[in-house]
Nanobody
Framework: QVQLVESGGGSVQAGGSLKLSCAASKYIIKSCGMVWYRQPPGGERSLVSM???????FYADTVGGRFTTSRDIDLNMLHLQMSSLKTEDTAVYYC???????????????WGQGTQVTVSS
């Protein structure tokens, strides 16, 4: 069972920055579209960003201009650089693979265990 591994979460004050990482296989990092989702306390999981196979990106309105997603093929990592953090960014952050983008199935899969981000005022 393939599973991604997130890291880099922690506690930070509002206005600060964090960089999340998601470890995956080289094939996935090179060939697949990948996403970041987040789930706040008591809330639903929602899309944060998408990095498509062609390198184009999508960001939720709530994080656009503050978050940047990228891939490091040498290190087999997907990253999410988060800046100007707000208390409402507090959530567990997950990465996942767009399985259809690289012929591994349909929908999103290979969810990691998540990494906690806590932003205090």
């Amino acid at each position: 069972q393939v599973q991604l591994v997130e890291s880099g979460g922690g506690s930070v004050q509002a206005g600060g920055s964090l960089k999340l990482s998601c470890a995956a296989s080289k094939y996935i990092i090179k060939s697949c579209g990948m996403v970041w989702y987040r789930q706040p306390p008591g809330g639903e999981r929602s899309l944060v960003s998408m990095l498509r196979r062609d390198g184009s990106t999508f960001y939720a309105d709530t994080v656009g201009g503050r978050f940047t997603t990228s891939r490091d093929i040498d290190l087999n990592m997907l990253h999410l650089q988060m800046s100007s953090l707000k208390t409402e960014d507090t959530a567990v952050y997950y990465c996942a693979v767009d399985l259809q983008s690289c012929g591994l199935g349909s929908g999103l899969g290979y969810w990691g265990q998540g990494t906690q981000v806590t932003v205090s005022s």
